[in-house]
């Protein structure tokens, strides 16, 4: 049972480049969501999706888009990188939809630099 | 507006001895409280979380945390500091009924020997 994983590890992109960021979990989890982690600020929810085929923007879209694959997978893609988008990005999931008190499973994270 | 305040950045203890990091809320009505730790180079894990009921809460790791309603706060104890606790830690509010859970950010917890 692996959980949450994320894929790459780390990235370096060019200013303007674009890339998408994978996550994939195995716990049968409804809801699943991306966060963007820099000093000083903790974690920022990007987007979620509280169930398959539905996603929704959390704090901070711009310049994000998602795709809930399917129940397992939540993409995060960045169309055209920017400096401001240098920080490291966590996937997470959670069992139940629409509640707040869900423990939410989080990857290892993914360490992204733009140039 | 909702947010979650962390006051201390960081907070040195000695192994063995007490620790408290303070948490504290705002939030139109008692939220779902959570506290999340993160070891260097890894995700979050849960700690404990509190929803109802009483207001000690116990968690994993010999952790517990106190809910006071008047002082909006969820503060986190551990009697006595290991040296494998050196983390960071987030405090996290969740609204009930929604997705959008708001963490602090963070206290990074060194242990000295």
């Known amino acids: 049972n692996a959980g949450v994983t994320q894929t790459p590890k780390f990235q370096v992109l060019k200013t303007g480049q674009s890339m998408t960021l994978q996550c994939a979990q195995d716990?049968?989890?409804?809801?699943m969501y991306w966060y963007r982690q820099d000093p000083g600020m903790g974690l920022r929810l990007i987007y979620y999706?509280?169930?398959?085929?539905?996603?929704d923007k959390g704090e901070v879209p711009n310049g994000y888009n998602v795709s809930r694959l399917n129940k397992r997978e939540f993409s995060l893609r960045l169309e055209s990188a920017a400096p401001s988008q240098t920080s490291v990005y966590f996937c997470?999931?959670?069992?139940?939809?629409?509640?707040?008190?869900?423990?939410?499973?989080f990857g290892p994270g993914t360490r992204l630099t733009v140039l | 507006a909702q947010s979650v305040t962390q006051p201390d950045i960081h907070i040195t203890v000695s192994e063995g001895a007490s620790l408290e990091l303070r948490c504290n809320y705002s939030?139109?009505?008692?939220?779902?409280l959570f506290w999340y730790v993160q070891s260097p180079g890894q995700g979050l894990q849960l700690l404990l979380k509190?929803?109802?009921?009483?207001?000690l809460v116990q968690g994993i790791k010999g952790f517990e945390a106190e809910f006071k309603r008047s002082q909006s706060s969820f503060n986190l104890r551990k009697p006595s500091v290991h040296w494998s606790d050196a983390a960071e830690y987030f405090c996290?509010?969740?609204?009930?009924?929604?997705?959008?859970?708001?963490f602090g950010a963070g206290t990074r917890l060194f242990v000295k020997a």
């Open positions: 509190y929803f109802s009921g009483d207001t």
């Open positions: 996290a509010v969740g609204p009930p009924g929604g997705f959008k859970t708001i």
């Open positions: 997470a999931s959670s069992e139940l939809s629409g509640s707040g008190s869900d423990t939410q499973y």
């Open positions: 999706s509280a169930s398959e085929g539905t996603t």
């Open positions: 939030y139109g009505a008692t939220p779902y």
């Open positions: 716990m049968n989890h409804n809801s």
